[in-house]
């Protein structure tokens, strides 16, 4: 039953259905074949259950958030001071397309909005300074994925709901392992850059006096992050409720900076509206899926078989990362995510792994699944924002950060403190 199951699922994708159409027939080809009850007929109320939670109103309130920072224009001026304070290590504004990708980060909530935006604002820099085409977009579509892991995270957000966790807590978990994955992407781009200098480009020097001034330009967005983090660390406010004030102050910044117009709202509303009804299609389609299992018996067949095979919680830990790794290559993270968080989660749970550090590592395996090819889609996300050239070089420049992204993922089993260490200091 679970080989039939994955079968039609790749089946589905292959034709080319949207992935929450090929779920909801998947889970009604399942039930007509294999269930004792109609169970699709409940598809009504599976759907408004799972989209009338409190907390899944703050996914479209960060969305509108990183429209409304996208289309304020303080990428530009972001990128051009980090560009002054890192262009003069071996690798040049290349650090810059790390940085700016994780500041953003912390205001979109978003990987495909970060590497879009901070994208467009670099490209540029390629034949401007000189750099080797295949690293400088390969730092692009790696910094990206930093929208999951760095609060505030739309994944991160639905995670909290499938497994029942705390996204405050998530949020904290996912800040140093952020960080340090940022620091990691730096690394890996100066090692290249001092092995391979033609590939380097030329590195920019600046005045103290011009990196000072350019200073002003990452300002607004750690406001928002103070605004957003800050409102609910300090008890304030809700995740959903620091979402609808990050919204105020990115209307405030875009009002201050003279882009605040009806049809620039317009545009913002109208991307949110596309992008939160793809989420929440997927999610309403998973869940019903999910019911689906549950009642024709497949996940108590799963659970019993995972019991049977004796694996150590260790053992585990590598299977389920070798899965995610290889699903990642052939399905849509954020499908993928839904899809097999409720089914693989509450295993991990038994074996005794931490409901945070999990969630985190579970950010990870997705961002490397947004660089590994061919499937990922912020390699497409670079490749359509450069609009020129082979998607090759794209794929083969992201190579060197899916190798990042495996040691992060060693080093968070091995130091489960680095995701579990704010939360347990600030709970405490």
């Given at each position: 039953m679970l080989g039939t199951a994955l079968l039609l699922l790749l089946v589905l994708i292959a034709l080319?259905?949207?992935?929450?159409?090929?779920?909801?027939?998947?889970?009604?080809?399942?039930?007509?074949?294999?269930?004792?009850?109609?169970?699709?007929?409940?598809?009504?109320?599976?759907?408004?259950?799972?989209?009338?939670?409190?907390?899944?109103?703050?996914?479209?309130?960060?969305?509108?958030?990183?429209?409304?920072?996208?289309?304020?224009?303080?990428?530009?001026?972001?990128?051009?001071?980090?560009?002054?304070?890192?262009?003069?290590?071996?690798?040049?504004?290349?650090?810059?397309?790390?940085?700016?990708?994780?500041?953003?980060?912390?205001?979109?909530?978003?990987?495909?909005?970060?590497?879009?935006t901070i994208g467009t604002v670099a490209l540029p820099q390629i034949e401007r300074h000189g750099y080797g085409p295949r690293?400088?977009?390969?730092?692009?579509?790696?910094?990206?994925?930093?929208?999951?892991?760095?609060?505030?995270?739309?994944?991160?957000?639905?995670?909290?709901?499938?497994?029942?966790?705390?996204?405050?807590?998530?949020y904290l978990a996912g800040i140093l392992p952020g960080l340090l994955l940022a620091m990691l992407f730096m690394a890996a781009t100066i090692?290249?850059?001092?092995?391979?200098?033609?590939?380097?480009?030329?590195?920019?020097?600046?005045?103290?006096?011009?990196?000072?001034?350019?200073?002003?330009?990452?300002?607004?967005?750690?406001?928002?992050?103070?605004?957003?983090i800050g409102s609910i660390y300090g008890g304030w406010a809700t995740p959903t409720e620091a979402a609808a004030l990050g919204v105020v102050g990115a209307l405030a910044i875009a009002a201050s900076r003279g882009r605040l117009s009806i049809k620039m709202l317009t545009e913002a509303a109208?991307?949110?509206?596309?992008?939160?009804?793809?989420?929440?299609?997927?999610?309403?389609?998973?869940?019903?899926?999910?019911?689906?299992?549950?009642?024709?018996?497949?996940?108590?067949?799963?659970?019993?078989?995972?019991?049977?095979?004796?694996?150590?919680?260790?053992?585990?830990?590598i299977a389920v990362i070798i899965f995610y790794i290889i699903l990642g290559c052939f399905m849509e993270t954020l499908s993928m995510m839904i899809t097999t968080i409720p089914i693989i989660a509450p295993l991990m749970f038994d074996l005794g792994f931490d409901p945070i550090w999990y969630g985190v590592l579970m950010m990870i395996l997705i961002e490397t699944a947004l660089?590994?090819?061919?499937?990922?889609?912020n390699l497409y996300v670079v490749q359509g924002v450069r609009g020129k050239g082979p998607m090759k070089d794209v794929m083969i420049g992201a190579l060197p950060f899916v190798a990042v992204m495996a040691l992060m993922v060693l080093l968070l089993s091995l130091f489960p403190g680095l995701a579990t260490w704010l939360p347990t200091i600030l709970s405490g």
């Open positions: 080319s259905l949207p992935i929450a159409a090929a779920l909801g027939v998947l889970g009604v080809i399942l039930d007509r074949t294999y269930g004792f009850l109609p169970l699709y007929q409940a598809a009504g109320e599976v759907a408004w259950t799972s989209s009338s939670g409190f907390l899944l109103m703050a996914i479209p309130l960060f969305i509108l958030l990183g429209e409304l920072m996208l289309r304020s224009g303080v990428a530009d001026a972001m990128y051009d001071a980090l560009a002054k304070w890192l262009g003069w290590l071996p690798g040049g504004v290349m650090h810059a397309n790390t940085g700016a990708c994780a500041l953003f980060a912390a205001t979109s909530g978003s990987s495909v909005a970060t590497a879009a690293l400088f977009l390969g730092t692009l579509a790696a910094g990206g994925t930093l929208g999951i892991l760095i609060p505030p995270s739309v994944n991160m957000i639905i995670y909290g709901i499938l497994t029942n966790s705390s996204v405050p807590k998530l090692t290249i850059s001092l092995l391979r200098p033609e590939v380097a480009g030329r590195r920019v020097s600046y005045s103290w006096s011009e990196r000072l001034r350019g200073t002003t330009g990452v300002i607004p967005p750690i406001i928002i992050f103070i605004l957003v109208e991307a949110t509206v596309v992008t939160t009804s793809m989420i929440m299609l997927i999610i309403i389609a998973a869940y019903f899926l999910n019911m689906i299992l549950a009642g024709i018996g497949l996940t108590t067949r799963l659970n019993a078989f995972v019991a049977e095979l004796g694996l150590s919680p260790t053992e585990m830990l660089i590994t090819p061919p499937i990922g889609l």
